[in-house]
């Protein structure tokens, strides 16, 4: 989407989000869960998980692809661990009922786990560690997706970019959040600029023939590029292993596409899994993570893992989320039905 942009409050913006959500037949719990993870993406400078997906998204719940009344359930696996149910609808709900299940698991022990199956697409990885490490817990969350990514030496797509985050909370300062997705770069930004019709860098993808591409279209008909290379490549098969195998959901290769609203659920899985680290490091956590922080930005030049994404935050809002006039259009023509 091109053309000029303005800027608006989150609050308007995420009403206008529940609005059009519910206009597409989604249940309210569901689309207030959903609208405020895509106004986070957006007030972080992430627009490639935020309001750009509500096209899709409503008319994937139009389709019956996504279950806009599915509720999540929960199966509790004794005292520390959890299976929650997505039930073919959004992701967000029911990472809302692991990270209520993980809290409540932790006060009676410091590890706690939650596998979720039968899911979506989940958004920002780091979103969800964030929130664990708010709870004052160290946070790690693995996801799968479509396919995207071939195997190291391979052509054909197999795995999805496979976000993997860790969330790390500090006593008085912003939780330090590291997530990655194991492509070079998002496929969401690929989609992004193809709808906006520039081209990409030529390391972050290949066409259909396995050759590097800068064209988006050609990109998302190949694949993806991992981080990192072979090595990346084994981290990709790591997380498919912890998002998918372990959750009983659909791999990469079996999940439909989170973009159209063609095919059956795409069912993928999540993983997240919590620590206390009072107990772990004898009550020391905190001294020592801030002892470690401190050398690293003691070297010139450095920073923390985020930094870029608070600011961004920070600043929208004060001055409010720019979108394109086309993407409000869109997003007006969806809550009107």
């Known amino acids: 989407m091109t053309g000029e942009r303005r800027s608006f409050g989150a609050a308007e913006l995420e009403a206008l989000a529940v609005r059009g959500l519910l206009a597409s037949g989604t249940a309210a719990p569901a689309a207030a869960s959903v609208a405020k993870a895509l106004i986070k993406a957006e007030l972080d400078g992430l627009p490639s998980h935020g309001l750009a997906r509500m096209p899709a998204y409503c008319a994937q719940v139009r389709s019956g692809k996504v279950r806009g009344d599915a509720v999540p359930t929960v199966e509790r696996l004794g005292a520390s661990g959890a299976r929650v149910d997505a039930a073919d609808g959004f992701a967000y709900p029911a990472i809302d009922l692991a990270i ?116 988006p279209d050609a990109a998302l008909a190949g694949s993806m590029v991992p981080m990192g290379e072979a090595k990346g490549a084994a981290l990709v098969l790591a997380v498919e292993v912890m998002a998918a195998a372990l959750t009983g959901a659909n791999l990469g290769f079996e999940a439909s596409s989170f973009f159209t609203d063609q095919g059956d ?46 600011a961004a935050r920070e600043r929208a809002e004060a001055e409010g989320i720019s979108l394109t006039d086309e993407l409000h259009a869109a997003l007006e023509e969806l809550a009107a039905g």
């Not at 391979?154 to 939780?175: E, Y």
């Not at 956590?285 to 994404?309: C, D, I, K, S």
């Open 100 to 215: 209520a299940t993980i809290a409540e698991a932790v006060e009676a022990s410091p590890v706690a786990a939650a596998a979720i199956t039968n899911s979506h697409h989940f958004g920002v990885a780091g979103h969800h560690v964030e929130r664990l490490a708010d709870h004052g817990l160290i946070g790690l969350v693995f996801g799968n997706s479509p396919a995207a990514i071939a195997p190291w030496g391979g052509k054909d797509k197999l795995f999805g970019t496979n976000p993997i985050a860790f969330g790390f909370p500090r006593d008085g300062a912003p939780s330090v959040v590291v997530d990655l997705s194991l492509s070079k770069q998002a496929r969401g930004k690929i989609m992004l600029a193809a709808r906006e019709g520039r081209e990409i860098p030529d390391d972050w993808a290949l066409d259909a023939e396995g050759r590097p591409t800068t064209d």
């Open 265 to 310: 659920p795409p069912r993928v899985g999540q993983f997240l899994l919590a620590f206390d680290p009072g107990p772990f490091s004898g009550g020391r956590f905190a001294e020592r993570f801030e002892t470690l922080l401190g050398a690293v930005l003691g070297q010139e030049g450095t920073r923390l893992p985020g930094t870029r994404r608070l």
